[in-house]
């Protein structure tokens, strides 16, 4: 949606104005050999029956925020399509964990138990400057498109809560809440309706703007009358850019489906 441009000439005072394959070689080294264990001791394993273990490099270090999102962005995991029984969540995790070592980020690995159905694996980084951050890359299914970044996301876990995933760009204002999650669940929801509401308030902005240049244009209009018509303007162009920049920004989060276990979360685990 095109932003409406908010009126800038005023009378008076200035007018108010927003797993592929595993990359185990070089630098890292292998850690719990037999595999990590959940809290009740049993080994986690991959869709190959392999142990799941955690590659780590001695160098690195909790990124920033804006350091782990141009990680992320720039790696290829979540392309690679999920494929039941081959490469699954547990490898996307396992991949990412050890590419994000060996780029110098210390990561981390979560395995998720639901209420009900199986369970998910995705990663954590404890950030220097925003704390514990969830990332999940995990791909779509063959034939849905991988490249549009739609895969790589934020990921919200609260016990008791359905496991929710963000696009980068809609998660970064605030990675480790789960309320913003809930937020932005809110907003998906009336993102058709406010995309109808854009499209006639358009119109009723460009009469705004009309009155006001015939306004301007008329040497005998009282300066507090022409004032009012800006600032009505400035306020109604304000409420529809939030909402455009919402329709914009989360369309990729309306677009696609995230194919989660719906159910409440009973536990996640957290490896480093």
Known sequence: ???????????GT??????GALLLAGGLSAAEPEGLRSRDGVIWVMTNSQPVRLRHNPAARNPTLATLMQFIRKDDTNQVPYTTGKF???????Q??????????????????FTTGPGHALNVFQTADRGLV???????????AQATGAFDTFGYLQKGRPYGRLPLDVGAESPASYAHYERIMSAREKIG??????????TGLAADERAIAEAQAHPGIAPEALNALIDRHND????Y????EIVNRFQLAVEEGYAINPAPVADFEIRW
Request: glycine content about 8%.
């Open 1 to 11: 949606m095109k932003p409406a441009e908010p009126v800038h000439a005023r009378v």
């Open 14 to 19: 200035p007018a108010r104005m927003l797993l």
């Open 88 to 94: 699954v969540c547990t490898e996307f995790a396992v």
């Open 96 to 113: 990412l964990q050890a590419r994000a070592e060996r780029a110098g980020l210390r990561a981390g690995i979560v395995f998720v138990t």
């Open 134 to 144: 969830f990332v999940d890359c995990t791909g779509g299914p063959p034939g849905q």
């Open 193 to 202: 309706i406010w995309a109808q509401w854009l499209e006639s308030e358009r």
């Open 236 to 239: 109604r162009a304000h409420l």
């Open 241 to 244: 850019n939030a909402r455009a």
